[in-house]
């Protein structure tokens, strides 16, 4: 019964197309990110969705759009895939506040060729 | 702005070997402090955190102290096993609810 699901694990895409990857959580948080890891294992966060409604949006490429259907899911849609771009991808919850912990999902490993 | 400094990796012990990974901050305001650890091939997990000074978190023999004198919040356990082999990160929230995280500390435990 895993708590924050992502879909798909792994992801091996070329240059130039689009792809998306989905995100369920099961926890009834009102909170969930989007996080973009190195190779060096270094986090920066993408963005952010409290109920629905768009809180972060760091400096991220038009290229990357997420959209919350509801409060339970989050989806990241990618244009036009650059060499860059491979990471992996990690969703996460919380219920909000400040020592509210994450729970993360287990990654979704982007290549992109 | 605010920020965390980890000590860098890899970090690599014997088991059953004392640990300690360092941790320190700078922050405006009063932040609560976080250790999560990232296993292979897995997202991250809470491992222990401490919301005011001088609070001790502990989890699966971890501690960690919040020092607001010295900003620090350093990670320690005891006697590690192959087990601990991971990545640890440390991270604030700050007064505007968004975590900073650390750049991550990898550990490696030889048996």
């Known amino acids: 019964d895993t708590a924050v699901s992502q879909t798909p694990k792994y992801l091996v895409t070329q240059m130039g197309n689009d792809k998306s990857i989905k995100c369920e959580q099961n926890?009834?948080?009102?909170?969930m990110y989007w996080y973009k890891q190195d190779s060096k294992k270094f986090l920066k966060i993408m963005f952010s969705?409290?109920?629905?409604?768009?809180?972060i949006n760091e400096t991220v490429p038009n290229r990357f759009s997420p959209k919350s259907p509801d409060k339970a899911h989050l989806n990241l849609h990618i244009n036009s895939l650059e060499l860059g771009d491979s990471a992996v991808y990690f969703c996460?919850?919380?219920?909000?506040?400040?020592?509210?912990?994450?729970?993360f999902g287990n990654g979704t490993r982007l290549t992109v060729t | 702005g605010d920020s965390v400094t980890q000590m860098e990796g890899p970090v690599t012990l014997s088991e059953e070997a004392f640990l300690t990974i360092n941790c320190t901050y700078t922050?405006?305001?009063?932040?609560?402090l976080f250790w999560y650890v990232q296993y292979p091939g897995e997202g991250l997990q809470l491992l222990l955190k401490a919301t005011k000074a001088d609070d001790k978190g502990s989890n699966k023999g971890f501690e960690a102290t919040y020092r607001k004198e010295t900003t620090s919040f350093h990670l320690e356990k005891g006697s590690v096993q192959v087990s601990d082999s991971a990545v640890y990160f440390c991270?604030?929230?700050?007064?505007?609810?968004?975590?900073?995280w650390g750049a991550g500390t990898k550990l490696i435990i030889k048996p």
């Open positions: 969705y409290n109920n629905k409604e768009l809180i």
């Open positions: 926890l009834g948080h009102d909170t």
């Open positions: 991270a604030l929230s700050a007064d505007n609810y968004q975590l900073i």
């Open positions: 996460a919850s919380s219920p909000g506040g400040r020592n509210s912990p994450l729970h």
């Open positions: 922050a405006t305001g009063y932040p609560s």
